[in-house]
């Protein structure tokens, strides 16, 4: 047994080793920057990791792979949504395949056990999803080009008591991101008038909503808010529907990841009328984001893009500006080309925070809507210029 602990110190100390001496000024001095992007491509959430990587590829299909001298080359890896794996991927990326730049990150738990490897070997990592407020502080290295949950979230905290609902329900995933959204509405819900009759955590993985939907009938509030992660808005709202709520006279509110733009019209009449806060709809109407949406769709066979391949479309983009800005040198170099860049994304106008390395962007109210025959997210109210309020900035 003290031979094997000896082994396995031995071992942690070369890898250790390993990332620290990574030659990342030998590596950018080829024509090539490596983008190693680690994306959850199978189980429960692999609808999330397909969007993100069809954004990331999106980018460079719409605007060439070459910036600052520097031709981008992507390097994909499936985490399977299991943070150790991630972490070692991470690791396997950086010494194995000498990528200089980390992107992707599908849930928190995965961002969080990839920020001492981003740390220790001075990579750039950008986070394309997980949106727990605290993630960006896990790693100096990290920049987030998604969302956070208390951004997104006090938008519907705000409107929903100012349009008859008094009394909620929340129902959120039972993680970081969960409770980040459970605890932004209840403060801003109840700030402005509002009862909290129940606060309900539903486990991340396999969730079934059934009992738990019972829980909020029983309440008998005016709404129920909720927040699920991404891909499995179908199933809740099927539910939603069997447990009779909708005609129980409980509205539905919610953040965004519940009626996600190419699952929405899989739901049906029943999320009519849901209204959502959130900074990305398919239905934005700029000529920016129709003109996205419109190749985005040619390109992968039809398929809507949702907030998810904005996020990576953009990740992409702030890697590719970054790259001009400092004419394809990467490291720490390119981390401070990352911060403070402004840029009109098919989302609206976005500014990445030069002192938090986090995003500041626009939020929208929107009501799912049948335009065209097909179910959006129709905007109808915009909160401008939104940072995470659940940081001091």
């Known amino acids: 047994m003290t031979n094997r602990r000896l082994v396995l110190k031995t071992a942690c100390a070369a890898g250790a080793t390993a990332l620290a001496s990574s030659p990342l000024s030998t590596w950018a001095q080829s024509g090539t920057v490596k983008v190693g992007l680690i994306f959850t491509m199978t189980g429960p959430f692999a609808s999330t990791g397909k969007q993100l990587e069809a954004g990331a590829r999106h980018f460079l299909r719409e605007n060439g792979d070459t910036f600052g001298g520097k031709k981008i080359e992507l390097v994909i890896r499936d985490d399977a949504g299991q943070p150790d794996q991630a972490k070692r991927i991470a690791q396997e990326l950086i010494v194995n395949d000498k990528v200089q730049v980390l992107g992707g990150f599908s849930l928190t738990p995965l961002a969080l056990s990839v920020a001492p490897i981003a740390t220790q070997s001075k990579t750039p990592s950008v986070v394309f999803v997980a949106a727990t407020s605290s993630v960006i502080d896990a790693s100096p290295y990290f920049i987030r080009s998604s969302f956070t949950l208390p951004q997104v979230t006090i938008g519907v905290a705000e409107w929903a008591p100012k349009n008859g609902i008094k009394s909620v329900v929340s129902l959120v995933s039972d993680y970081g991101p969960g409770l980040d959204a459970e605890s932004a509405f209840k403060e801003r819900f109840m700030l402005n008038g509002g009862t909290i009759k129940a606060a309900i955590r539903v486990p991340l993985r396999n969730p079934d909503f059934a009992p738990y939907l019972q829980k909020v009938r029983d309440e008998k509030p005016d709404a129920v808010f909720v ?27 919610a953040t965004g990841d519940v009626t996600e733009d190419d699952i929405l019209n899989e739901m049906g009449d029943v999320a009519l009328g849901v209204v959502t806060s959130h900074h990305y709809s398919a239905m934005h109407p700029s000529a920016a984001n129709k003109k996205f949406v419109e190749s985005f769709k040619k390109a992968n066979g039809g398929k809507r893009p949702n907030y998810m391949a904005v996020a990576a479309y953009d990740g992409m983009r702030v890697i590719a500006n970054a790259l001009k800005s400092t004419k394809g040198e990467t490291g720490d170099a390119l981390l401070n080309a990352m911060k403070g860049q402004t840029f009109e994304s098919p989302r609206g106008p976005v500014l990445i925070n030069g002192q938090t390395r986090d995003i500041v962007q626009d939020v929208y109210i929107r009501r799912v809507e049948r335009v065209g025959g097909e179910l959006y997210n129709v905007e109808f109210e915009t909160l401008k210029a939104v940072q995470d309020p659940g940081r001091n900035h």
Do not use: H
Request: proline share 4%; aromatic share 12%; hydrophobic share 50%.
């Open 227 to 253: 927040f699920l992660p991404a891909g499995v808005g179908s199933l809740f709202m099927k539910q939603f529907s069997e447990r009779g709520l909708d005609k129980a006279g409980i509205r539905l509110i």
